[in-house]
């Protein structure tokens, strides 16, 4: 299908695009301060779907403050931790029933292909919010015994208490926009906190669209702010003295800058960065699940995930077979507008993100890595949009830039591997750790290998596999903290201890 005859959205999103976007502060919907905006794109044409707030530091500044007053004296802090988990599974049903529209938008303005954002982003984001809205009535501190060994005969009853953090920051990138944000807003206001959230320039509308719910959910005037804008809007959030928590989703070089801003006031910071992770496969695996699941793991969301399989190690017996399975799917794909019903893969985010993984391709090319399909963009009714070709790359070399960096896009880099040993080193082989996958049908080597890689999550015969109960986050420079599951709750509340003497 071409991109003239793409389907239009449905006519609550094209009103949705068509009213005057605004930020949510204290409650209100409202301009930025410096009455400025900026325009947002629909990557699949380059055109514009509408203008947003550009916020600044003085809408962080008032965003800060609506949080904090309603943390320390607002409704919120009265609430018990049963009305907390209401209002998150009240806002989970809001999002539910809206979803066709969180998806069209999503499609929109991140240009994934819809069937994506109908079957994973929306339920995902549901499901993450109902699982946080029951583990808010599930958080506890613990009662100790202390011996207290200089003061013989007392007697103590020592227990803990887990209390919110306070005012959050939290920035988020662009592959997930609904998604990312929930990630991290459902723990946040799970434990109490009170948030101030932006969101990526590229991608801001689902989270302005999910800012006219949190009212009808229940949730007090000051408890979530979003303020859309730029990067100095984000370096506002992290530099804010009067916030007490910063947690960031994005690039390797940006959670550099967030540590710096957070050292102001010593805030606690939560990183969830890059990844170069590497997907093993050993000669005993499946190799038609292999492949395919190969394939997608590089090629799901346009390579444009945080944990994509980007890196292939295949061992030398079945490496020519994999390589040409694995190309074969890549040139199948049906790359497309995302509002296409065809699409299996849309553009990448925006221009910028194009000419970063061309360049990427560029440089494998010149580095002397051969390319066995894609490399290139799809050209023709496609030209005007945000489009590559899913590229697959083999005789790539350990110190290639292509093998070392994070392309975040449709790229995959193939080498062979001899042995187990030295397959464990080779996965580590990167200043990344946040997820790796192995591929093989003997439970010893999965064991051993998922053992010996220094990643955050190890998939065996699965990639991209996510859930609420699972924790997600990264080893080395892949970032610290978790995202999801009850090991979130540590980056989003502090532990005080109670001692009481019994006289
Ligand atoms: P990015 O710059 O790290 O952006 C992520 C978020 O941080 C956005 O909301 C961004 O705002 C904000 N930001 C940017 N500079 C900031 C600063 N100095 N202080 C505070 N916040 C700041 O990522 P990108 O430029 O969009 O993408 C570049 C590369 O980062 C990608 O190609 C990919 O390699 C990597 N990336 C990784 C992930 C992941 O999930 N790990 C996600 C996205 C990108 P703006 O949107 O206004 O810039
Ligand atoms: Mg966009």
Request: with cysteine; aromatic share 8%.
């Amino acid at each position: 299908m071409s991109a003239s005859t793409t389907p239009e959205p449905a006519k609550e999103v094209r009103d949705f695009l068509n009213q005057p976007q605004k930020m949510l502060i204290n409650g209100k919907r409202v301009d930025a301060a410096s009455g400025e905006t900026f325009e947002v794109y629909d990557p699949s044409t380059n055109s514009v779907l509408t203008r947003v707030p550009k916020g600044g530091s003085e809408d962080i500044d008032r965003a800060v403050q609506a949080a904090r007053t309603a943390f320390e004296s607002g409704p919120w802090c009265k609430l018990t931790v049963s009305e907390r988990g209401k209002m998150l599974w009240k806002l989970a049903d809001l999002i539910e029933q809206h979803g066709e529209k969180f998806a069209q938008l999503e499609t929109l303005d991140n240009g994934k292909p819809l069937a994506i954002a109908r079957a994973a982003d929306v339920p995902l984001t549901v499901d993450h919010f109902r699982y946080y809205a029951g583990l808010a009535t599930k958080i506890h501190g613990e009662t100790l015994d202390i011996s207290v060994p200089y003061a013989p005969g007392a007697s103590f009853f020592d227990f803990t208490l887990r209390e919110p953090m306070g005012v959050v920051g939290q920035i988020i990138p662009w592959n997930f926009p609904l998604l990312m944000a929930t990630w991290k807003l459902g723990v946040a206001l799970a434990a109490g906190n009170c948030v101030v959230l932006k969101p990526a320039e590229q991608t801001p509308l689902s989270v302005l669209r999910l800012a006219d719910l949190f009212a009808e959910a229940g949730f007090p005037d000051g408890v979530v702010n979003i303020v859309s804008g730029f990067p100095d809007t984000g370096a506002a959030l992290s530099a804010h003295a009067d916030v007490d928590k910063v947690a960031f989703t994005g690039s390797t070089e940006v959670g550099h800058e967030i540590v710096k801003a957070s050292a102001g006031n010593l805030k606690r910071v939560s990183l969830e960065l890059g990844g170069k992770s590497p997907t093993i496969v050993f000669p005993d695996a499946d190799i038609d699940i292999a492949a395919a699941g190969v394939a997608g793991a590089i090629f799901f969301n346009h390579g444009q995930c945080c944990a994509a399989g980007s890196r292939l190690l295949v061992h030398k017996n079945i490496y020519e077979e994999l390589i040409d399975r694995v190309s074969e799917q890549a040139k199948n794909i049906k790359v497309g507008p995302g509002m296409s019903p065809e699409t299996e893969m849309g553009p990448l985010v925006s221009i910028e993100q194009q000419e970063r993984v061309l360049n990427f391709i560029r440089s494998g090319e010149s580095d002397g890595a051969r390319i066995i399909t894609g490399g290139n963009t799809p050209g023709g009714d496609m030209e005007s949009g945000c489009y590559v070709n899913p590229t697959v790359f083999e005789k790539v070399q350990p110190d290639m830039k292509i093998v070392r960096e994070e392309i975040f896009g449709p790229v995959l880099v193939a080498a062979p591997f001899d042995d187990v040993e030295e397959i464990i080193a080779r996965g580590n082989d990167t200043p990344y750790g946040l997820a790796a996958s192995v591929w093989t049908r003997d439970i010893n080597k999965a064991h051993k290998v998922a053992r010996g890689l220094k990643a955050g999550t190890v998939w065996v015969n699965c990639h991209n596999i996510f859930d609420a109960n699972a924790p997600f986050g990264g080893y080395k420079m892949s970032g610290y903290g978790r995202d999801m599951s009850i090991h979130a709750l540590e980056n989003y509340t502090q532990v005080k201890n109670v001692i009481v003497q019994i006289h």
